[in-house]
């Protein structure tokens, strides 16, 4: 069964691993041409996820997340780029990883 | 279409300016519909142009002001949300251009009303000579 969902529902969305241990925001999502006998369609291969270290309380808005992205490390500013297999949707007000944050910080450092 | 190493959906669509198939400017991205099926990748599905889906993104004041000003207005309370397919997509650049006609879309009647109502009015508005 398919349903609909808007990007602006997930942008923002604070992201918990397999043990319910917080992730980051999504930030971004990135979408490639996938072909099919009638055409072709653009799918999710990839969550761009922004975790924000000590400065989480205050980045609620915009313009202070794009601060702290460009302060970058001195604010323990991380992100991870999460492959959609490993993103759980079936409640896409609360995304979920159907792994754990320690195989994700694996995955980001090979 | 697009470049090989794919579109961020945030930075490259959400937002961005649309043209139709003659090159006239439609209106933006106002937010983008996904399509969610278990065990497959989030397909973009539609682009949804229109004032009422921008206001739902800013809140629900925004929603609730701007039907307060289409009744004062003595308009219906929606001006026309347009649904656009993703594949009607020809080109993702600075613009993204669309295989559409625009003026067909319901999104643009207030466009329309604005012209009819209040630029039309304006002298020199129909380009007639001084």
């Known amino acids: ?110 | 279409m697009a470049a090989l190493d794919g579109v961020q959906l945030v930075h490259d669509v959400q937002d961005a300016c649309l043209c139709d198939r003659n090159g006239r400017r439609i209106g933006r991205v106002d937010a983008l519909a996904l399509t969610l099926t278990e065990g497959k990748p989030l397909r973009v599905s539609t682009i949804l142009i229109g004032g009422a889906v921008r206001a739902e993104r800013v809140g629900t004041w925004m929603v609730r002001l701007r039907g307060a000003i289409a009744a004062m207005l003595h308009h219906d309370r929606d001006f026309g949300v347009s649904r656009v397919p993703f594949s009607a997509v020809r080109v993702i650049g600075g613009t993204i251009e669309l295989d559409v006609d625009g003026a067909t879309l319901p999104s643009s009647r207030l466009e329309r009303w604005l012209g009819d109502h209040i630029i039309g009015h304006i002298p020199g508005s129909q380009g007639e000579n001084k």
């Open chain 1, 1 to 110: 069964m398919s349903r609909e969902l808007l990007l602006s529902h997930l942008i923002g969305r604070q992201v918990r691993d397999a043990d319910g241990r917080k992730i980051g925001r999504i930030e971004e999502l990135l979408a490639r041409i996938e072909l099919h006998e009638h055409g072709n369609d653009y799918v999710v291969v990839e969550f761009h996820v922004g975790a924000y270290g000590l400065m989480e309380a205050l980045t609620g808005g915009v313009f202070a997340q794009k601060l702290v992205q460009r302060m970058g490390s001195v604010v323990g500013y991380r992100r991870f780029r999460i492959p959609w297999e490993w993103m759980d949707l079936s409640d896409p007000l609360h995304p979920r990883l159907n792994h754990t944050r320690v195989e994700l910080e694996t995955r980001a450092e090979s």
